[in-house]
């Protein structure tokens, strides 16, 4: 439910309302409508439903792991958002001009799919629908955090909604506001960072020949190149480009005529689908490791990129943290039928106990797939020749380079 004004107590707060403070709020809402908490959403940007259907040539997207899909499935949202996916059927990896390669069959591990391609705005779309129809959920937006402040009961929170300011009191902050949050900066939560020296161009592409509902992650000497499919629009055969390159190469890519930037595409991607024969708005981002010293204190807890901001590689990172959300979900309701503070550190402390395990061996899965195919190295490249290969021909290696890939490696 949108609101104007917040009362002056909540039991949780939500900061952000973007895929994973969005995710959160429902999941919770849903798992705990006996136990009627109230919950807050407070969100820098203007929350909308009113997204049109069709989305552009250029609309970005995020990649779902078959675990994402059960638990969107598990809050009651797959049904609104099968509609509006790609299905990743099969996953193609190979090293460029390199011998040995991978390929994953949804059909070997008897799931519908491997994964879905989503546009974000669709996404938000039925994020945002849920939030507005929830009673327990109230979206504050836009509005802005200026200050989070513990105190004995949890945290208060001064809110600026226009030119009013606004001051709440919650046993637990919820904190989901993006990789370099003000407020771990202004909390003190310090964050190891590990910089790749590489950025991701982000954009869509269109080519000559239908994708079949196949992924191809493909890695080359600057680091893994990924397409990924997309529905059609307008005739076009159209697929989401993450294009991993060095960081001093970026700003030409971006500049770059589009007919010179299809050739060096091509040269990097290969044929598989025909000609590239359109290359849409192009995006920018630096990469970097970066995970929170602390996750948790007295009534706070983060969620999603201020925990841990992964590498684009294998498209773990929202898949990752809707992983998070559940695991904290399911200890949030515990706490509530048992009566505990949602903010204590004992109830905080299991949910981080608990994945942990997920995180560590999603972290290091990212990182070491990054290092390992983002190097000419002679001896790295023979370890990663030999390790498709293996993948390829080892069904138990096999499986578990699947079972992570899917969302279902966590434990």
């Not at 390669?101 to 779309?125: I, T």
Request: with cysteine.
């Amino acid at each position: 439910m949108r609101i104007e004004t917040p009362e002056q107590h909540y039991d949780l707060v939500v900061v952000g309302g973007g895929m994973v403070g969005a995710s959160f709020a429902c999941a919770l809402s849903a798992a705990i409508e006996k136990e009627n908490l109230s919950i807050l959403i407070v969100e820098a940007i203007q929350q909308s439903t009113n997204v049109p259907q069709q989305p552009s040539f250029d609309s970005r997207s995020t990649a779902l792991s078959y675990g994402s899909r059960c638990i969107y499935q598990e809050m009651g949202l797959w049904t609104q958002l099968a509609s509006r996916v790609t299905a990743i059927k099969e996953i193609h990896v190979s090293d460029k001009g390199r011998f040995g390669s991978a390929q994953l069959n949804h059909a070997e591990y008897e799931v519908e799919a491997l994964g879905y391609v989503v546009e974000n705005r669709q996404l938000g779309e039925v994020l945002n629908k849920e939030m507005e129809n929830s009673s327990q959920v109230k979206l504050l937006s836009p509005a802005k955090i200026d200050k989070v402040s513990p105190t004995s009961k949890g945290m208060q929170l001064q809110i600026e909604k226009g030119e009013s300011t606004h001051t709440v009191e919650t046993s637990l902050v919820v904190l989901a506001d993006g990789g370099k949050s003000p407020i771990c900066s202004q909390l003190g939560i310090e964050q190891s960072v590990d910089d790749y020296q590489q950025h991701a161009l982000i954009t869509n592409i269109a080519f000559e020949k239908p994708h079949h509902n196949v992924a191809y992650e493909r890695f080359t000497d600057t680091g893994p190149l990924a397409v990924l499919p997309l529905d059609s629009y307008e005739s076009e055969n159209r697929g989401s480009l993450v294009w991993t390159v060095a960081a001093d190469q970026s700003g030409e890519l971006l500049d770059m005529d589009s007919s010179k930037l299809l050739h060096l595409l091509m040269d990097r991607f290969g044929n598989r689908l025909g000609q590239i024969t359109l290359i849409g708005k192009r995006f920018c981002y630096p990469l970097t490791l970066r995970v929170a010293k602390e996750q948790i204190r007295p009534g706070l807890v983060l969620l999603g990129n201020v925990a841990h901001t992964l590498h684009p590689v294998a498209g773990q990172g929202l898949n990752l943290a809707l992983r998070d959300t559940m695991v904290l979900v399911e200890r949030l309701k515990r706490a509530a039928e048992n009566s505990e503070s949602p903010g204590s550190m004992a109830v905080l402390q299991d949910y981080l106990d608990s994945q942990d395990f997920d995180q560590q061996k999603t972290i290091t899965f990212t990182n070491q797939l990054t290092r390992l195919f983002s190097t000419n190295n002679s001896g790295k490249v023979l370890a990663r020749k030999l390790g498709l290969l293996s993948i390829d021909l080892m069904p138990s290696l096999k499986r578990g380079f699947a079972e992570q890939a899917m969302g279902l490696g966590g434990k």
